[in-house]
């Protein structure tokens, strides 16, 4: 029971995520206001703690779930993953540090430094499905070494 309630857990955090990244690529134009800018500093909290809790609710699975730390800790493919998600949220700073400026600023971002951010929210976008293909390999027991 305790590893279906984390799956289902894993996977709703996980979707949240894609979709903040999404909608914060989405939102981010040239010439964006205050209120714009606002909104994607909420949101991008929200992905901070969303990040969070996939993690909680992945670390979970890999100690109390059905296969246990053994399991993966001989899995390639979980490592890639875990590789995988820690540079997605290395790519995740620039952004946020963006906001933040953005926000304590007295005029509206110029459209370059838009430009910058869009990038590397389009390189977190590129990555995720590199998670879901490790993470159906490592499931299936591909990657194992001794
Ligand atoms: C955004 C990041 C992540 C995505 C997109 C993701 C995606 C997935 C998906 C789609 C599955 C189901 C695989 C399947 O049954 O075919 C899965 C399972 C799993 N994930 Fe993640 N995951 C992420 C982060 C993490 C993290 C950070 C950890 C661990 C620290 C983790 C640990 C696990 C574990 C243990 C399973 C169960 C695999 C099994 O059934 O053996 N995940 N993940």
Do not use: C
Not at 40 to 59: H, N, S
Not at 97 to 106: F, I, K
């Amino acid at each position: 029971m305790l590893d279906l309630v984390l799956a289902i857990a894993h996977h709703i955090f996980v979707f949240v995520l894609f979709g903040i990244v999404f909608a914060e690529f989405f939102a981010l134009r040239p010439g964006l206001g205050r209120d714009a800018v606002a909104r994607l500093a909420r949101l991008d909290l929200v992905y901070g703690i969303d990040a969070g809790l996939v993690l909680i609710a992945g670390f979970s699975r890999v100690v109390f779930a059905a296969k246990g730390w053994h399991y993966y800790e001989h899995n390639a493919f979980f490592w890639a993953k875990l590789a995988t998600f820690a540079v997605i949220g290395m790519l995740s700073v620039p952004p946020t540090l963006a906001y933040l400026r953005w926000q304590n600023a007295s005029a509206a971002p110029d459209d370059r430094d838009v430009k910058t951010v869009r990038f590397y929210l389009h390189l977190e976008l590129a990555l995720f499905p590199l998670l879901l293909a490790f993470a159906a390999a490592m499931a299936r027991g591909y990657g194992e070494f001794a």
